[in-house]
């Protein structure tokens, strides 16, 4: 007998046609079939909608007859370059699971990673997927990004304003006396200088910035900051590509000033960013715990550091807002699942996990103050390793005894209860908030990015649960 071919139905919609958008209606259609052809699925029909948007409810003629081939039976399999564009409201979701289920159709594909309809993980996601699509911005904006993100991927040069310093209006070529100046601060704020200080010898020696104008400590540390003198192209807080312009420093000693300028210790000016995920976050690469690193201009980020004496292989970036956002609906409806209150309902209460977590603060701000001291040298690399390893063995101590001990009291009242918790959600206070979190996950694997993909990607993502 003949394998059985699958047969796979395309979905592709964009919701106004103003900016070029039947390219990109060629495009997802594109990636689409590319991806059924990698999986040896045979495309059957290809279903567009546009100028529909998902969110105003109106019919999408298109979007019902696929539902309609599903239902009848005429599809094995759904091919969508990302599963927002299937829906965008939970209710259609359900309706569209329905279908599927009743038609046994397990497999939905998207260009950014397949969603398993036939398991309970895969309806998780793609309920999830649903929440937070439901909350994100119009499809406009988004598709804007995307192209800047096309130019951004490229490694190329965008967008006009000045120059950037050290480089031609050409934005690519070297103008090699600001270039020494680039590499003149780097050394001198590696070598523990402040940016005022800095900046007063600048304007004092009349070397200017690209406007004329004098230095300021806001300027120097933009500049400073920027992956562009390491030869990398940023985009949204991530650095997505070698850039096609020459480096004047190295990465390596960019993403060192990146580190002591972001530490929350220099800054006076603005309240410290806190990170909701720090310590939960694994590389997908590497293994090593991600750390909390906002980008210069404060997109707040989680980053693989890679570097002297870091543990980290630096390929591994993510935007925090998104990913906190995700994390937080994933555990909320985690939280709703009978599953939990059964298991949490035999809980006992423990005074002792009160002290463990008082352990683990310290011990968290003992590695925090090393680090800082490592960063603005005052103490060497191998003093720094040998002074960590104790404490992070005391600090995992503490943790797994407050795993055992804690976990379930911050989740006590709301088990069975999530809309209650998103309620008061944004009321609690950060530590509360971490603490429901770390009760239900255990900690989460961010893998690479898709290519071309500019937002919060959940196929990137790998919940390790604890219940
Ligand atoms: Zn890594």
């Given at each position: 007998?003949?394998?059985?071919?699958?047969?796979?139905?395309v979905?592709?919609?964009?919701?106004?046609?103003?900016e070029?958008?039947?390219?990109?209606?060629?495009?997802?259609?594109?990636?689409?079939?590319?991806?059924?052809?990698?999986?040896?699925?045979?495309?059957?029909?290809?279903?567009?909608?546009?100028?529909?948007?998902?969110?105003?409810?109106?019919?999408?003629?298109?979007?019902?007859?696929l539902?309609?081939?599903?239902?009848?039976?005429?599809?094995?399999?759904?091919?969508?370059?990302?599963?927002?564009?299937?829906?965008?409201?939970?209710?259609?979701?359900?309706?569209?699971?329905?279908?599927?289920?009743?038609?046994?159709?397990?497999?939905?594909?998207?260009?950014?990673?397949?969603?398993?309809?036939?398991?309970?993980?895969?309806?998780?996601?793609?309920?999830?997927?649903?929440?937070?699509?439901?909350?994100?911005?119009?499809?406009?904006?988004?598709?804007?990004?995307?192209?800047?993100?096309?130019i951004?991927?490229?490694?190329?040069?965008?967008?006009?304003?000045?120059?950037?310093?050290?480089?031609?209006?050409?934005r690519?070529?070297?103008?090699?006396?600001?270039?020494?100046?680039?590499?003149?601060?780097?050394?001198?704020?590696?070598?523990?200088?402040?940016?005022?200080?800095?900046?007063?010898?600048?304007?004092?020696?009349?070397?200017?910035?690209?406007?004329?104008?004098?230095?300021?400590?806001?300027?120097?540390?933009?500049?400073?900051?920027?992956?562009r003198?390491?030869?990398?192209?940023?985009h949204?807080?991530?650095?997505?590509?070698?850039?096609?312009?020459?480096?004047?420093?190295?990465?390596?000693?960019?993403?060192?000033?990146?580190?002591?300028?972001?530490?929350?210790?220099?800054?006076?000016?603005?309240?410290?960013?806190?990170?909701?995920?720090?310590?939960?976050?694994?590389?997908?690469?590497?293994?090593?715990?991600?750390?909390?690193?906002?980008?210069?201009?404060?997109?707040?980020?989680?980053?693989?550091?890679?570097?002297?004496?870091?543990?980290?292989?630096?390929?591994?970036?993510?935007?925090?807002?998104?990913l906190?956002?995700?994390?937080?609906?994933?555990?909320?409806?985690?939280?709703?699942?009978?599953?939990?209150?059964?298991?949490?309902?035999?809980?006992?209460?423990?005074?002792?996990?009160?002290?463990?977590?008082?352990?683990?603060?310290?011990?968290?701000?003992?590695?925090?103050?090393?680090?800082?001291?490592?960063?603005?040298?005052?103490?060497?690399?191998?003093?720094?390793?040998?002074?960590?390893?104790?404490?992070?063995?005391?600090?995992?101590?503490a943790?797994?005894?407050?795993?055992?001990?804690?976990?379930?009291?911050?989740?006590?009242?709301?088990?069975?209860?999530?809309?209650?918790?998103?309620?008061?959600?944004?009321?609690?206070?950060?530590?509360?908030?971490?603490?429901?979190?770390?009760?239900?996950?255990?900690?989460?694997?961010v893998?690479?990015?898709?290519?071309?993909?500019?937002?919060?990607?959940?196929?990137?993502?790998?919940?390790?649960?604890?219940?």
């Open positions: 007998m003949f394998p059985h071919m699958v047969r796979a139905g979905y592709a919609r964009i919701s106004s046609d103003r070029g958008d039947g390219l990109a209606i060629g495009r997802q259609l594109e990636d689409c079939e590319e991806l059924a052809e990698r999986r040896g699925w045979r495309v059957v029909d290809r279903y567009v909608d546009q100028d529909v948007s998902a969110y105003s409810g109106r019919l999408r003629p298109e979007y019902r007859r539902l309609g081939d599903i239902e009848s039976r005429a599809l094995d399999a759904v091919v969508v370059w990302h599963v927002d564009r299937l829906h965008r409201q939970p209710k259609e979701l359900e309706e569209f699971l329905d279908a599927c289920d009743e038609a046994g159709l397990a497999e939905l594909a998207s260009v950014a990673g397949t969603v398993d309809l036939a398991t309970h993980d895969g309806r998780f996601t793609a309920r999830i997927l649903g929440a937070v699509a439901k909350k994100e911005s119009d499809d406009k904006s988004r598709r804007i990004r995307r192209k800047h993100e096309e951004a991927l490229a490694g190329r040069v965008s967008g006009g304003g000045t120059r950037p310093f050290g480089f031609e209006s050409d690519r070529s070297l103008r090699p006396d600001e270039a020494a100046i680039v590499r003149e601060c780097a050394r001198r704020l590696l070598a523990g200088q402040a940016l005022r200080a800095i900046c007063i010898d600048l304007n004092e020696r009349g070397v200017a910035t690209v406007t004329g104008a004098q230095w300021t400590s806001q300027t120097l540390r933009r500049m400073l900051a920027s992956p003198i390491a030869g990398q192209r940023e949204k807080g991530e650095i997505v590509a070698q850039a096609e312009w020459p480096a004047i420093i190295t990465a390596a000693e960019s993403e060192r000033i990146r580190a002591l300028l972001s530490d929350p210790s220099r800054r006076t000016n603005r309240a410290a960013r806190r990170y909701l995920l720090a310590r939960l976050l694994r590389c997908g690469l590497c293994g090593s715990t991600l750390v909390a690193r906002p980008r210069s201009d404060g997109t707040r980020r989680y980053v693989c550091a890679s570097g002297p004496g870091l543990p980290g292989c630096g390929k591994i970036t993510i935007v925090a807002d998104s906190e956002q995700f994390v937080v609906e994933a555990v909320l409806y985690r939280l709703d699942t009978p599953e939990l209150a059964a298991i949490f309902a035999g809980r006992q209460d423990d005074p002792a996990a009160e002290q463990w977590q008082g352990e683990v603060e310290r011990a968290q701000a003992h590695l925090d103050e090393l680090a800082r001291a490592y960063a603005d040298e005052q103490i060497g690399l191998q003093e720094w390793l040998t002074a960590r390893s104790p404490i992070e063995q005391r600090l995992q101590a943790r797994k005894r407050l795993a055992q001990l804690n976990r379930t009291a911050a989740l006590d009242e709301y088990i069975g209860n999530a809309a209650g918790l998103r309620e008061r959600w944004q009321a609690l206070p950060l530590s509360g908030q971490a603490a429901i979190v770390a009760a239900v996950l255990d900690h989460l694997i893998n690479p990015g898709t290519r071309g993909l500019n937002r919060l990607d959940p196929a990137r993502l790998t919940p390790v649960w604890r219940v």
